[in-house]
C-alpha cells in the first residue's frame, strides 16, 4: 500500500498534523510496521481530515 507522503514535509503546530500528508507524527512513525489494516485506517482518517478542512 502506498505511503500518502507527497514530499510536502511540515508539521503544522496548531493542528499538530503534515501539511503535505495531514497525518499526525505518530501516524508517520508508525506507518512503516503498519499492517495493511492499519495503513487503510490511516488513509481514512486522512481523507475525514481533508473532507472537514473543505467544508
Known amino acids: 500500500m502506498s505511503s500518502p507522503c ?3 514535509c511540515r508539521m503544522n503546530a496548531s493542528s ?3 501539511e503535505g500528508c495531514f497525518r499526525t507524527q505518530g ?3 508508525g506507518w512503516s510496521g ?3 489494516e492499519g495503513r ?3 488513509w481514512k482518517t486522512i481523507e475525514q ?3 472537514a478542512l473543505q467544508a
Do not use: D, K
Open 40 to 42: 487503510r485506517a490511516v
Open 6 to 8: 507527497i514530499s510536502i
Open 27 to 29: 501516524e508517520i512513525a
Open 49 to 51: 481530515r481533508m473532507a
Open 34 to 36: 503498519a499492517t495493511n
Open 16 to 18: 499538530g498534523l503534515c
